[in-house]
Structure formats: C-alpha cells, structure tokens
C-alpha cells in the first residue's frame, strides 16, 4: 500500500507509519485504467471523456481483495494525506465520480474499486437475509441469488446491469419494482462502512430495533463521503413463480396521471407501472423493430381501431406500462381485476403483453440510445424528482417550458424535445449545462424535490441549503468531521469538499 501512495504522489509517502504493501490489494497507475474510473455517465461528463477533457484524472487505482484491506488503505491514505474516491459500478448521473481539480484539491486522489469485493457471503433462507459485499453487481447478483437459493432482493434500478449494491446504498436509491420490495432503505438491514476513525457496523441484526437513532440512515444517501460501504446484510424474499407484463394507452396525459393517482389511492398498483408522456410514447413506437407483413398488418388494425373507432389522438394518446409479479396465475388475475377497472374509469384501454414487455426493456436502453445519439452531436440526459400529486401536471408543464425558453434564449435552433414519465408513486456544454440548471429550478420551484432516486453528487450540491435547514446541513457536516476528521473523502459530493 505505500508504493501505491508512492506512485499516486509521485514520491514518498508523507508518513512513515504506513502498513506494508499486502497481497490483498492490487493497484494500478496505468493511464487508460486511471482514466477509466475518473468519470460517470453524466452527459457532460461522456462528452469530456470523448473530447479528451476530463478536469482530472485519478493518480492511482486500487483494488482491495477483502474487507480488512479497505480498512487498510484508508488508514494509509489518512497517514499520507491522500484523498480516497469509492467506486463501485461507474454508473453515477450526478458528477459524483467527476474528481476534484487540482486548485480546489491539491492532494493525490486515489479511487478505491470495490470490483473485487462482489461476493455473496451468505444467504439466510430462514430468516430470508443475505449478508453480501458491495462490490457485487445488480445483473450477476440477481442471476446469483436467483440460481443459488431461488430468492431475490427485488430492487432493480434503471442502471441494473452495471450498478452495484454498495452504490444503491450511497445513493438511496430506488428500483423498478418498489412498489414491490420497497426502495434501498427498505431493503438493507445493516451496513458495514470503514471510515478513517473506525469501522460503522450495526451488532444487533433484528428486523426493527428501538435503541437510539440509527446511524446507517447516515450511510444511505453518503455518497462517499463518510467512508467506504463494503458490504450489507438485506432482505431476501423467493423469486416469484409468475410474471407478467401489460400496458394501458389514456388520451392524454391528465388521464393518465388521474389513473395512475386512483391506482396509488386504491392500493392497485402493480410491482411496476409507469406512464410515459406523448412525446416518449411516439420514440418508442419508432423504435419498434421491422415486423413481419402479417403481424404489421394486425398493428394496422388495432391503431385503425384505437384512433377511428375509439377516438384517441395520436399527438395526445399516452401509455402506461406494466409488470405484475406473483406466486400463481390466480395472483396476476387479482391484480389485473383491482387495476384495469380504474384505468377504464379515466379512458385507458389495455394493449398487448408485448407492448408492456417492450416498454419495460426500453428503460434500460436510454442510456446505450444517449450515447448512440452523441454520435449524430445530440446531447440527451436524464433527471428525476419527486412531487406531491398536486404538483405533477404543473411541474411537467413548467419543466418542459423552462426547457424550451431557455434553449430559445442561446439561439438553439432547435426545439429541445423533452419528455416526462411518472414512475414511482406513493401513497402521499455549458450551455447544455446551464439549461439544465435552469430545470432543476424549475422542478424546485414547481414543488418537486431536488432528486429522488439518482442521489445529489456534485450536480446538485448547490441546492442542498435549499433543501434543507442550516441546522440539518450543519448537523451533516459535523458526523462528517468526527468520522473523517481530516477529510480523506474529500469528494465534494453532497456536502462541500472544504469543512
């Protein structure tokens, strides 16, 4: 570990107390390695990396192999004086993973993969509990779980292919089947985050425990900030016998928002469903793949029947798609009988399973769709918020028109085309970078809160004293100072980098 701080600083370490090198730690400072785990998936942030222009490249990468190495590498980056970024998937939308430059952070930053640490420990089939390091990554977890013990976590985020659990963690994050198995929250039991005064555990693990409060509350939504998350012990539940997919078409988009609020009220909705505006709807209809003559002419005349007969409008009509889960086809049959009835009331028609089963596949297309677009120049991103049902139509409306105004505004010569999807429900350039701003003001001041599932980072640091009383934010910074008192993890996410 010495000669990895030797080669991130480019000479001695600063302290001669520093652990020996251990087989349990690999390191690299290969320029391309570096490079590859010094940025997100930001727009702004896939467009410097294409333009060669990232503000800072990581001095070294390190892989620990267990978890009494992570515990290693951060006692010798605090006796160096180094700065230590977590990564856990390379999946951030926020600028978390966007690294200091060096007049605000002078010090050598060295990321910490957790890439390594990505076992399942243990599974609890009796108490339905899997104790599971952080590293472990969503797609090969759930495959993991799902063929080892036949058991599931149930959160499946947007970034599901590549994300990993210690990052669902650091975020607070929330998944496609929430309404399901909850989000992150309700998912994790206890956390184990080493940070430089020590390591974070919870000794009791019960499913509800009333002895103070409880400090992984801190954990989740920490963004890095405190320590490293090196594993996890969460809820497992069995993998359900019966899935099935479905989809609704409204008229509109106040039909459709109104159904989807009676479907909350009533306790109906399914393990997904979500509502997509026109103009997301028609870009997914032209992306529908070729089909063949007859199913094209079958296509032909269920739209013949939707817009003659039943008088929707193609430039109004919206959809909704959705995935019930279930032990038997009994289970769907109930879900599907206290759902469809409320659609019917606000004008939804059901369409076909394969619509449902498409529309639901192409969530975790939009990225692989965003970066295809940068290569025609299209700069395309996605953001998400929270809001009371009240607030839904006039923050779309609002967020769309700030949009729209601000791009007119810098002689954009095109209207940016936007689109707004509902999801979640409960029962209660710089130019680029500048009308993006601009939205998120308008999200805050249309009600919305400043994120729901994509965490703050670096992106949205800004509007934390808004969000959030002077006390609150000091109380924040004052766990930080004690848990990090000479602030190894400076990474300048959700609180400012200089305390």
């Given at each position: 570990?010495?000669q990895v701080l030797a080669d991130a600083d480019g000479g001695q370490p600063s302290s001669s107390n520093l652990?020996?090198?251990?087989?349990?730690?690999?390191?690299?400072?290969?320029?391309?390695?570096?490079?590859?785990?010094?940025?997100?998936?930001?727009?702004?942030?896939?467009?410097?990396?294409?333009?060669?222009?990232?503000?800072?490249?990581?001095?070294?990468?390190?892989?620990?192999?267990?978890?009494?190495?992570?515990?290693?590498?951060?006692?010798?980056?605090?006796?160096?004086?180094?700065?230590?970024?977590?990564?856990?998937?390379?999946?951030?939308?926020?600028?978390?993973?966007?690294?200091?430059?060096?007049?605000?952070?002078?010090?050598?930053?060295?990321?910490?993969?957790?890439?390594?640490?990505?076992?399942?420990?243990?599974?609890?089939?009796?108490?339905?509990?899997?104790?599971?390091?952080?590293?472990?990554?969503?797609?090969?977890?759930?495959?993991?779980?799902?063929?080892?013990?036949?058991?599931?976590?149930?959160?499946?985020?947007?970034?599901?292919?590549?994300?990993?659990?210690?990052?669902?963690?650091?975020?607070?994050?929330?998944?496609?089947?929430?309404?399901?198995?909850?989000?992150?929250?309700?998912?994790?039991?206890?956390?184990?985050?080493?940070?430089?005064?020590?390591?974070?555990?919870?000794?009791?693990?019960?499913?509800?425990?009333?002895?103070?409060?409880?400090?992984?509350?801190?954990?989740?939504?920490?963004?890095?900030?405190?320590?490293?998350?090196?594993?996890?012990?969460?809820?497992?539940?069995?993998?359900?016998?019966?899935?099935?997919?479905?989809?609704?078409?409204?008229?509109?988009?106040?039909?459709?928002?109104?159904?989807?609020?009676?479907?909350?009220?009533?306790?109906?909705?399914?393990?997904?469903?979500?509502?997509?505006?026109?103009?997301?709807?028609?870009?997914?209809?032209?992306?529908?793949?070729?089909?063949?003559?007859?199913?094209?002419?079958?296509?032909?005349?269920?739209?013949?029947y939707v817009l003659s007969i039943k008088g929707f409008e193609a430039d109004t009509m919206v959809a909704a798609?959705?995935?019930f889960l279930g032990n038997s086809d009994a289970d769907i049959a109930a879900q599907e009988a206290a759902l469809?009835?409320?659609?019917?009331?606000?004008?939804?028609?059901?369409?076909?399973?394969?619509?449902?089963?498409?529309?639901?596949?192409?969530?975790?297309?939009?990225?692989?769709?965003?970066?295809?677009?940068?290569?025609?120049?299209?700069?395309?991103?996605?953001?998400?918020?929270?809001?009371?049902?009240?607030?839904?139509?006039?923050?779309?409306?609002?967020?769309?028109?700030?949009?729209?105004?601000?791009?007119?505004?810098?002689?954009?010569?095109?209207?940016?085309?936007?689109?707004?999807?509902?999801?979640?429900?409960?029962?209660?350039?710089?130019?680029?970078?500048?009308?993006?701003?601009?939205?998120?003001?308008?999200?805050?001041?249309?009600?919305?809160?400043?994120?729901?599932?994509?965490?703050?980072?670096?992106?949205?640091?800004?509007?934390?004293?808004?969000?959030?009383?002077?006390?609150?934010?000091?109380?924040?910074?004052?766990?930080?100072?004690?848990?990090?008192?000479?602030?190894?993890?400076?990474?300048?996410?959700?609180?400012?980098?200089?305390?």
């Open positions: 570990m010495a652990p020996p090198s251990s087989v349990a730690i690999k390191h690299s400072v290969d320029p391309v390695t570096r490079i590859h785990h010094s940025h997100g998936h930001t727009c702004r942030e896939v467009w410097q990396l294409r333009k060669g222009q990232l503000p800072r490249v990581a001095d070294a990468v390190v892989w620990p192999l267990t978890e009494d190495a992570v515990a290693d590498v951060v006692a010798a980056a605090a006796a160096a004086d180094v700065v230590l970024m977590p990564y856990g998937g390379g999946t951030s939308v926020t600028n978390a993973l966007t690294l200091p430059e060096r007049d605000a952070e002078p010090r050598p930053i060295v990321v910490v993969s957790m890439a390594k640490l990505n076992a399942v420990l243990d599974v609890d089939t009796v108490n339905m509990t899997a104790t599971i390091q952080a590293g472990a990554v969503g797609a090969v977890l759930g495959k993991e779980l799902a063929d080892g013990w036949g058991v599931t976590m149930g959160h499946e985020p947007d970034s599901y292919e590549f994300s990993t659990l210690g990052g669902w963690i650091a975020t607070r994050a929330s998944g496609m089947q929430k309404n399901v198995y909850g989000n992150i929250e309700d998912i994790v039991i206890s956390v184990t985050l080493v940070t430089p005064t020590g390591t974070v555990v919870k000794d009791a693990v019960v499913p509800r425990i009333s002895a103070g409060p409880d400090i992984h509350h801190l954990v989740l939504g920490s963004e890095g900030t405190l320590g490293i998350i090196t594993s996890a012990i969460v809820k497992v539940r069995p993998l359900p016998a019966v899935r099935k997919y479905g989809a609704l078409i409204f008229p509109d988009f106040d039909a459709g928002v109104a159904a989807m609020y009676d479907i909350a009220q009533a306790h109906a909705a399914p393990a997904s469903i979500r509502l997509v505006d026109n103009n997301q709807f028609q870009m997914g209809q032209a992306l529908k793949p070729p089909t063949s003559w007859f199913a094209s002419a079958i296509a032909a005349a269920k739209k013949f798609t959705l995935l469809y009835p409320i659609a019917a009331r606000h004008g939804g028609m059901p369409a076909d399973e394969e619509n449902g089963r498409r529309g639901y596949a192409l969530t975790f297309m939009i990225a692989y769709i965003r970066d295809l677009a940068f290569q025609y120049c299209f700069l395309a991103e996605s953001f998400e918020t929270s809001v009371p049902w009240s607030g839904v139509r006039h923050l779309c409306t609002s967020v769309k028109a700030a949009i729209v105004d601000a791009a007119a505004a810098r002689s954009i010569p095109r209207e940016p085309f936007v689109t707004c999807r509902v999801t979640q429900t409960y029962d209660t350039g710089a130019c680029f970078d500048e009308i993006e701003h601009i939205a998120r003001v308008a999200i805050l001041d249309a009600g919305g809160s400043i994120s729901h599932h994509h965490g703050i980072g670096k992106h949205r640091a800004s509007f934390m004293p808004h969000v959030q009383s002077p006390a609150a934010n000091a109380a924040l910074r004052a766990v930080k100072r004690e848990l990090d008192p000479t602030n190894v993890f400076a990474s300048g996410n959700v609180l400012p980098a200089k305390l």
